[in-house]
């Protein structure tokens, strides 16, 4: 009775195995098979994903959204209704608060802020506070002054603002300013 339990577990064993080195090798021959196909253009991008998004943008852009996208009458202004749903579908979003002091010269007018290509507000009163969100583009425009400007970035110590960094000093003169993409923590 031993006996035969040995015989039919060797049987088995040795069934298993041979099926397990007949995978193996299928599984090899499948490898080399696919890879040779990799080499090949036409058979690449059937193939890999990675060939097929070679190229395209995966994401939308941080700054492109339905309220950015205005429409333009024959003046090429943004209409009044238009800014009101590019407001409203913004509030929807969590923003941050930024201060951005002018130092020098003396606060005019003349510098202007921009946020995503909009005017936002001058630095008359020496400084603008506003409210950024993820994405935004920020930009200082004093291509009006003549004198050498100078701005401190004030994020208000807030750990959620990424960029633009707590405390940077930029200076220009009759030239644009970037500060930046705003980037929060999420």
């Known amino acids: 009775m031993e006996n035969r339990n040995n015989r039919f577990r060797r049987k088995y064993i040795i069934t298993i195995d ?28 059937y193939l890999s994903l990675v060939d097929k998004l070679e190229g395209e943008q995966l994401t939308s852009p941080p700054t492109m959204y339905a309220a950015d996208i205005s429409r333009v009458d024959s003046n090429k202004i943004m209409t009044t209704v238009d800014k009101v749903i590019a407001k409203s579908i913004r509030s929807l979003r969590s923003g941050q608060e930024i201060t951005i002091r002018m130092i020098t010269p003396a606060a005019t007018g003349d510098g202007l802020l921009t946020i995503n290509g ?35 970035i004030d994020t208000h110590k807030n750990d959620r603002i990424l960029s633009p960094l707590d405390g940077i000093l930029l200076q220009s003169r009759s030239n644009v300013i970037v500060v930046g993409k705003v980037i929060l923590k999420r």
């Open 18 to 45: 041979r099926l397990l080195i007949r995978l193996t090798t299928i599984a090899v021959i499948l490898l080399v098979v696919v890879q040779a196909l990799l080499l090949h253009a036409d058979t690449r991008k």
């Open 118 to 152: 909009e005017v936002v507000g001058n630095f008359a009163k020496g400084n603008i506070e506003f409210t950024v969100y993820n994405g935004d583009y920020i930009e200082i425009d004093v291509t009006k002054l003549t004198r050498p400007a100078q701005f401190i």
